[in-house]
């Protein structure tokens, strides 16, 4: 299996503050890997250091055997507030990045059409953003994000402003696309259900300073149907979890 | 139904009902409803100020010469429109010519402002300052330098408009979502782009704010203008009621405030309108076909329900 | 009428003054009621013209003849004509030009006695350049002449022009009703200025310029030799109050004349009721002195109006299509208040 992401000794810190210690990481082409951590474990950080908006102290960063610490322009990102520009249509909020770089062609909005309407919003086209619900904004910066091509995505909570029901669907609907689309999708959550239902593999991180003490493989087997969240494989595995957040009893 | 086959199309779902579009029939009668609202009431609310006018000076025999009845100070206006209208062209082209120099001076300072935070603590006490100076004062200084004619109107309209302006401009472009900025930034955005596309549509609301306020405030600049600067022979609105106020020319008077304030509702409600056409997303769901982006062979009405 | 000089300090300092009260000063605590009159300056703050009033109040002339004085300033020159129609202002002080117009759109006024008995209305130029009655045509051809827009000055152009042999398209005149013509003439901006004299020259000497500013009367280039100022009531007010009337011109004619006789004491009776007035002690002496060859006529006559000036005015008014009639010169005026 191919590495998409490794990180090498990635360390970062804000005055005193050690938001990331030293971090090494790597990531599978095709994989979707969950991180869970309380405030001020430095998922944040990390994000953003992958990103490139963040230079590490120390450490490079590595996609798709490229060395790309402290540049820009090389993941897909997407955080809990859609950030969708709220004087563009729909369609035109999908076509974003190309618009911000090399501009766009008729090749682009072709490919947002097609997007949008396989997954549904192909209705609203011409919709500006505030005439949809949360859950339809957040797909179309899902969408927004998928059409960029980067083979690698990461996902800030993007359902923490959602509704419970709403968030049950948006899950639903996020492991579809990914099966579909075939990227590799690094996602932050507080949720530990979420993390687990989604994901292929977990990693917990922990606060003071930032790092990650465990990474576990999930068992499950895909497709994942809502009777996962029962089974008992998950429920050990969230046990474990939470006791790894919250300190053991 | 649906024109790529090999995949069902995910709209089935709870969350695409929670906000549907009005019907388009539905959004055509509510919008003529509201232009009836939007413009039918004021008519209305003048028509019944002209009236009461007419009732005081009626009831209480208000001599002639002291406050004239409406009619007769629109009479004095339409008899009077040959020598009228030139003058109150005069007055709208300094409105016109000043407030385009004020926005033009306003945007350009707010935008170095914004972006250069040292330029903004050393320019903004003597922007606060400039506005200090009573317009009054203002006048023979600005005559002095630039002499009889439009130039010290202009300089006066373009100083009341462009503070407003710049002060709203610096407030929009920073209070631009720095997420959004960021995410820019991870897109790989240049800052040129950035500045383009994001930040500048994204003031756009205190933007308009601004014109606004400095539209409203333009033609009264206008006037304080062709008061305290001379026009030479060719005269202006303001000396022109000047004129009618001490030859006791009461009707006039009372017909040019009301020409003048025509000029400022109008030139208000012009900012308005082209506020409404710049940012269409304040007041509509759906945007208007493009005629730009039309793709031969694609029929978006038939992308399945 | 705004035959003034307002550079910006005096304008600013005057809406400051706004309307004062005088005290009655003086005189025996009599037994006689007092009446309270309203008196309405031409003018938003005071200056030197208040004079006669002022030491009329100081000498106690108003106090003898049973009167309470409160003069007030109007907030421009076109309003004390309406104050005293609406009688919010029982006397007052404007032009007879004023008087003109105020008749023909029929507001019930009436002039009881003038202030200067002849024009003292003029023209001004830079010094160091010609101003003369011969040369006219050619140093008013083509100039810009400043004109404060007034009603005054409107009818005394034509007349002028009309000396030179010009039409008003051979000249460019420039109004500005903020009067900054001196400023205007110095710097070149305007080639003549026009004012009435006193104003115009206690205002040069006292801006610590050299030279004499070139002054052309009027009167020498074909403007008629008629009043500019003059007390006026309402009819309403002279019918009900004649006694009252006729007591306040007296008093007024005798404060007059100890003005004149004491110009020094009187200005400096000014300097002291009207401190704030924005104008310096030598401007207020200067003003006084240039405006009083101008109280009486040549018969020695101080106050009485005569038909043919209030004909000569209206005639001047209806060639400038001020007034849409002449009417008899018996509407405007009244001698019969004059002590």
Redesign the interface.
Known sequence: MNELLQLDNIAKSFGSTVALEPTSLTIEDGSFVAIVGPSGCGKSTLFNVIAGLLKPDSGEVHVANQVVTGTSGHVGYMLQKDLLMPWRTVEDNITMAARLTRGVTPEDRAEARRVASQYGLGEFLRHYPHALSGGMRQRVAFMRTLVTRHPLLLLDEPFGALDAQTRLEMQQWLLQVWKEAGRTVLFITHDVDESIFLSDRVLVMSPRPGRIIADFANPLERPRSLDVLTDLRFVELKSQILHLLHGAS | M???PQ?A????????R??L?RSSVRVTRSRRRAVLRNVGIPILSIALLLLLWEAIVVVFHV????APRPLAAIQSVTDNWGSLWPLVLGTIRETIYGFVCGTILGIGLGVVMAKAPFLHRMVYPVLVLSQGVPI??L??PI??IL??GIAPKVVIVAWIVFFPVTVNVVAGLSHV?Q??L?????????EW??FF??EI??S?TSLFAGLKIGATYAVTGAIIGE???????S?SLA?YQ??A??????AAVYGTTMVMTAIGISWFLLIVASEVVA???QR????R?SLF?R?PG?D?TS??? | MKLRRTGAFALASSLAVGSLTMLALGGGASATPVTNVTYAYDFPGPDFELIPLVVAQDQGYFSQAGLHVKVVFPPDTSTTTKLLVTGAANIGFITTTDMGVAINAGAPVLSIGNYTMSNNWALFAKPGVALTANNLKSELKGKKIFSYGDTWTESMLPFVLKKAGLTDKQVDIVTDPTGQDFKFLLAGKVNIATNTSNYEVAGFDTSGLKGKEPTLLGTAVGAPNIPIWVYATSQSYAKSNPKTVSSFMSAVKKGTLWAIANPTKAAVEFDKAYPKSGYTDAYNLDGWKLTIPFMANSSGQYFTQTSAQWATMSQALKSINLISSVPSPSTYYTNKFLP
């Open positions: 649906d024109s790529n995949k199309p995910l709209s089935t779902m709870n969350i695409d929670a906000t579009p001599a002639p010469y002291i009054i004062a006048g023979a005559v002095l002499g009889f979502d997420d959004l960021n995410l820019a930034r991870v897109y790989g955005a240049s782009r950035t596309l994001i549509p994204a756009s008061l305290v600067s001379p026009s030479g022979a005269g000396l000047e004129h106020n001490t030859n006791f020319n009461v940012t269409p997303w509509r769901t759906v945007a076909r982006h793709e694609v978006l992308t399945g329900h």
